[in-house]
T-cell receptor
């Protein structure tokens, strides 16, 4: 069974703080993704990575950066958190030969 | 206009009803169509996957794709309270790193 874990289920941060969200997958998948999910907007892609140290911008990368130093770990960084980054953040992984993305349980981030 | 449109609901049905969930899309290059199910406080999980046009059946679930109308559907027969969840359609073209475009999700409640 593929397992994707995220470092926190709930997180409360203050405006201006630097925030790290971590994601780990155990299936040796090449591709990893970070999404945010907001009511009425569905899932929107922030960044994705198709290999270690490789990253590509998604549809809404502004205000975010990512790091992938090891194949199994993909981190999302909010350099200076703002209230409009309050959201549910979902990490996913995917094998190269598959169209199925496996999601973690999500981190609900509140920025006050 | 969004690339993928999905009615957010909520949709409330009695147990045993046939449920129809739908998405429309604008990009004729989409070739792969998926339905994800997301229970409350969980990440989405893949329910059905269809390539190009046609029908696919899996137990009580049937996925239909009509590329000429740019319309996809998910039917649930004999709906159960355990089917209560948010259903997200997703689609992608044949190339790239499987960048999925998601609908906003339809919240379904099946009451006993």
């Amino acid at each position: 069974d593929v397992k994707v874990t995220q470092s926190s289920r709930y997180l409360v941060k203050r405006t201006g703080e630097k925030v790290f969200l971590e994601c780990v997958q155990d299936m040796d998948h090449e591709n990893m993704f970070w999404y945010r999910q907001d009511p009425g907007l569905g899932l929107r892609l922030i960044y994705f990575s198709y290999d270690v140290k490789m990253k590509e911008k998604g549809d809404i990368p502004e205000g975010y950066s990512v790091s992938r130093e090891k194949k199994e770990r993909f981190s999302l960084i909010l350099e200076s958190a703002s209230t409009n980054q309050t959201s549910m953040y979902l990490c996913a992984s995917e094998g190269d030969s598959s169209y199925e993305q496996y999601f973690g349980p999500g981190t609900r981030l509140t920025v006050t | 206009q969004k690339e993928v449109e999905q009615d957010p609901g909520p949709l409330s049905v009695p147990e045993g009803a046939i449920v129809s969930l739908n998405c429309t899309y604008s990009n004729s290059a989409f070739q792969y169509f998926m339905w994800y199910r997301q229970y409350s406080r969980k990440g989405p999980e893949l329910l059905m996957y269809t390539y190009s046009s046609g029908n696919k059946e899996d137990g009580r679930f049937t996925a239909q794709v009509d590329k000429s109308s740019k319309y996809i559907s998910l039917f649930i027969r004999d709906s159960q309270p355990s089917d209560s969840a948010t259903y997200l359609c997703a689609m992608t073209t044949s190339g790239g790193y499987n960048k999925l475009i998601f609908g906003a999700g339809t919240r379904l409640a099946v009451h006993p």
